[in-house]
């Protein structure tokens, strides 16, 4: 529990100070919700500066922890909404903010928190974000879909991820969650993060990435929920040929890549968005055409 010196007193950022925050609040880092708490003023500020507010924006916080970047988001913003899975530092975010109206914390889970209803007029907001890398892949996978809620996004994420995220057709890692988002967002990765960033240190590298979502794909999408179920099919199995990982989901693959005359040897990260899109809307338009 916060007390009230913790409420005016400055958020920890410095391995030592998060440990002796950890301990005299007798909280531990919770593996369930993936805590690695940041405790590296540099990296803070980079993040602060990568969100680019101007002191009236709407800003979202997933994940607030111990405040490393929170005292910094909620001068900088407009509107602050603090969403915390972790009922213990949601508490401690309610009384550290009690005196600053502009500041709500909301107590809810980020994989089904709907931030469109939070936001109301506020929406689209700025999101900032250090996501726990269990479940880092399925709410970017929700934020970038529509209704979009944010007109930028700072997340911190696992390297992997964030390679992932901006990874061209081609490459070893470019895969559903690269044309999910780049069909929904550009995507940049803004710098890298180091485990020494972070108390507990986790075991791998992490990286602040850039999203911001686009008015409208890059490319033409006639359905976007059959797009997703085209590129979930083709990456269920990226091992195999496209004809051979679409045939569990669609009888017909050969006869529709013949129309796409794409080769149907090809695997699955071969492909480009245009490609995709193509597939996914003469598989959306047979789907129509036979009901």
């Known amino acids: ?15 030592r100070a998060v440990r002796e925050t950890l301990a005299e609040s007798g909280h531990r880092a919770r593996k369930r919700f993936g805590q690695h708490f940041l405790s590296n003023r540099h990296v803070a500020e980079r993040i602060v500066r990568t969100a680019d507010l101007h002191g009236s924006e709407a800003v979202v916080e997933i994940g607030p922890g111990l405040g490393a970047l929170t005292d910094a988001l909620a001068d900088g913003a407009g509107r602050l909404w603090l969403v915390e899975i972790d009922r213990d530092l949601a508490q401690r975010a309610r009384e550290r903010y009690a005196e600053r109206p502009a500041v709500r914390v909301v107590e809810a889970d980020a994989l089904s928190a709907d931030f469109v209803a939070m936001l109301g007029d506020a929406a689209p907001a700025v999101l900032v974000a250090n996501l ?65 960033a972070f ?14 979502p686009l008015a409208a794909p890059p490319v033409p999408i006639d359905d976007r929920a059959v797009f997703r179920r085209v ?33 149907p040897t090809r695997r699955p990260e071969t492909l480009s968005l245009a490609e995709f899109a193509l597939l996914s809307n003469l598989i959306g338009a047979r789907e129509a055409a036979s009901l």
């Open 231 to 263: 590129v979930r099919a083709a990456f269920g199995q990226r091992r195999k040929h496209l004809a051979n990982s679409l045939r569990n989901a669609y009888a017909d693959a050969a006869t529709i890549l013949a129309a796409a005359q794409i080769d």
């Open 132 to 196: 726990p890398y269990n479940v880092a892949t399925a709410i970017l996978m929700r934020l970038v879909e529509p209704p979009v809620a944010f007109r930028r996004m700072v997340v911190m994420v696992q390297l992997e991820v964030a390679l992932r995220l901006a990874a061209p057709p081609g490459s070893k890692t470019y895969g559903l969650l690269s044309v999910m988002a780049q069909t929904a967002a550009r995507t940049q990765v803004a710098f890298r993060v180091p485990p020494s």
């Open 1 to 15: 529990m916060a007390t009230r010196d913790d409420a005016h007193s400055p958020a920890p950022l410095s391995p």
């Open 199 to 212: 108390v507990p240190r986790p075991k791998v590298e992490s990286a602040v990435v850039l999203v911001e």
